[in-house]
């Protein structure tokens, strides 16, 4: 019914910044929270941030605090991760996420497939 997609994973090098992108599709909504969630190899998928449909609500992990940035273009139903200094750590799969009740906190009713990031030392 709905189909969410994640875009703009890549490999970069430890303190260059990348752009994620996800869209979500597949029904006719105006308003929804998103988040982000991330999965390295051998661990628990984590929260990454999240963001209302507003703008005016978001949330981070303490991991990517003042490094990572949640915004979100409404009229395209996207939203972005804009990641800056980037550590190995941060080196995982990353999810988009859906609550299509703009729930707050959000409660993620659909999950895209991922998308890779890999940051070298």
């Known amino acids: 019914q709905v189909r969410v997609v994640e875009s703009g994973g890549g490999l970069v090098q430890a303190g260059d910044s990348l752009t994620l992108s996800c869209v979500a599709s597949g029904r006719t909504f105006s308003r929804l929270s998103m988040g982000w969630f991330r999965q390295a190899p051998g661990k628990e998928r984590e929260f990454v941030g999240a963001i209302r449909w507003s703008g005016g609500s978001t949330s981070y992990a303490d991991s990517v605090k003042g490094r990572f940035t949640i915004s979100r273009d409404n009229a395209l139903n996207r939203v972005y991760l804009q990641m800056n200094s980037l550590k190995p750590e941060d080196t995982a799969v990353y999810y988009c996420?859906?609550?299509?009740?703009?729930?707050?906190?959000?409660?993620?009713?659909?999950w895209g497939q991922g998308t890779q990031v890999t940051v070298s030392s």
């Open positions: 996420a859906a609550d299509l009740n703009d729930s707050w906190p959000p409660r993620y009713d659909y």
